[in-house]
């Protein structure tokens, strides 16, 4: 699937609801798991994952896998550390479900 938007101000909440609908659909399978890209600046993109969207992804159902690079979690640019503080602490995902 390849979605095309004319900028960053459509690309991340359009990416955002991606992910969401994916998700459920995955989630109602029994299956599935996802890590969001580093393509936007981390909090900015995480925190778009956080805030509108909590009550519409069954986080329960959820396992995240991340991070190609190799980086001390303590590492300022770390991605896990990032969406750790900017996404994933604000919603009700299991932390045993959470893999960087």
Same mark, same amino acid.
């Given at each position: 699937m390849i979605e095309v938007y004319p900028d960053s101000g459509v690309t991340e909440p359009?990416? #955002? %609801?991606?992910? +969401?609908? =994916?998700?459920n659909? !995955?989630?109602?399978?029994?299956?599935?798991?996802a890590w969001p890209s580093r393509a936007a600046p981390p909090p900015?993109?995480?925190e778009l994952l #956080? %805030?509108?969207? +909590?009550? =519409?992804?069954?986080? !329960?159902?959820?396992?995240l896998l991340g991070d190609?690079?190799?980086?001390?979690?303590?590492d300022s640019g770390a991605t896990p550390r990032l969406a750790k503080?900017?996404?994933?602490?604000?919603?009700p995902i299991p932390a045993d479900q959470i893999h960087p």
């Open positions: 359009g990416a #955002a %609801a991606l992910l +969401v609908k =994916q998700a659909l !995955a989630a109602a399978a029994g299956a599935g798991s900015a993109h995480y #956080a %805030a509108p969207w +909590v009550d =519409q992804v069954p986080w !329960a159902g959820c396992t190609e690079r190799c980086v001390d979690l303590n503080e900017a996404w994933l602490d604000c919603v």
